[in-house]
């Protein structure tokens, strides 16, 4: 059953998440393909990179309120990343949006579901050395990140006004 704790999660997601929906809108061609100082991506992967934790983060909050725990790793975590920035080194701004949408949809579903019960437990998280983290720890962050990324590519989109 949801809890306000989850329901809290959730809308300070949604609110993330628009917010990237609205910047990548607003770029334009030539803020997309800029560098983003401190990511080593441009602004249009860093975007994209956004879109695809959000899946990562569903995958992971649902492994963690089952308690089974995440056994990806911090190194992996970053191959993947490094793959990824590759892969998506092409993606347009419309199939971004369109992915930040899907998969951001699917993340506020989870993030609404969890009961306080699931937000209580603890699990091993790999990416944090396999370190207990409580739900909700994890559930947070899928704002945060979004957030951080966004404010690196806004910056690099700023100078191109």
């Known amino acids: 059953m949801a809890s306000e704790r989850s329901t809290a999660l959730a809308e300070d997601f949604v609110a993330a998440n628009a917010e990237v929906v609205a910047f990548a809108n607003s770029c334009g061609e030539a803020a997309w393909v800029l560098p983003v100082p401190g990511e080593e991506w441009t602004v249009g992967v860093v975007v994209h990179h956004i879109a695809e934790g959000h899946a990562n983060a569903l995958r992971w909050l649902d492994e963690m309120a089952r308690g089974d725990g995440v056994s990806d790793t911090a190194e992996g975590i970053d191959e993947a990343n490094a793959l990824h920035a590759r892969r998506a080194a092409g993606v347009t701004q419309a199939e971004t949006v369109a992915l930040l949408q899907e998969n951001g949809a699917r993340l506020e579903a989870l993030l609404r579901s969890l009961s306080d019960e699931e937000l209580d437990r603890a ?39």
């Not at 739900?135 to 690196?152: I, N, Q, S, W, Y």
Request: proline fraction near 8%.
């Open 123 to 161: 699990a091993p998280f790999g990416p944090a050395g396999g370190r207990a983290l409580p739900t909700g720890a994890l559930a947070a962050v899928a704002a945060r990140h979004a957030r951080e990324h966004l404010a690196h590519a806004k910056e690099a989109a700023g100078a191109v006004g």
